[in-house]
């Protein structure tokens, strides 16, 4: 089993930065894709940036130049620092995962529980 836990969520004021970081445990062999989305109240959950397993990343128009998604495969976490911090920015934040099992090397997508992230004016 596999688990993805999400921290770094807070109330900030416009402008501010925060860290978000996710941490994968369990039988992990590797992880590919990794992304982060958010939902925020009332909305659909909308795509944020994305992280393959060879560093490539990309991003959602509305963040970039300001978010940088990183991940560190030692640690199996993935980072998504935000800078530059917007009101509409605000929302529950959820990462996302491809991951090969390490008991039988199959593939499988993993959502962690999301942290909030509440940006004020």
């Known amino acids: 089993q596999v688990q993805l836990v999400e921290s770094g969520g807070d109330l900030v004021q416009a402008g501010g930065s925060l860290r978000l970081s996710c941490a994968a445990s369990?039988?992990?062999?590797?992880?590919?894709?990794a992304n982060w989305y958010r939902q925020a109240p009332g909305k659909q959950r909308e795509w944020v940036a994305d992280?393959?397993?060879?560093?490539?990343?990309s991003y959602r128009d509305s963040v970039k130049g300001r978010f940088t998604i990183s991940r560190d495969n030692a640690k199996n976490t993935v980072y998504l620092q935000m800078n530059s911090l917007k009101p509409e920015d605000t929302a529950v934040y959820y990462c996302?995962?491809?991951?090969?099992?390490?008991?039988?090397?199959?593939?499988?997508?993993?959502w962690g529980q999301g942290t909030q992230v509440t940006v004020s004016s």
């Open positions: 996302n995962a491809e991951v090969i099992d390490g008991r039988d090397y199959s593939r499988r997508d993993y």
């Open positions: 369990g039988s992990i062999f590797s992880i590919n894709d």
């Open positions: 992280v393959t397993s060879f560093g490539s990343t």
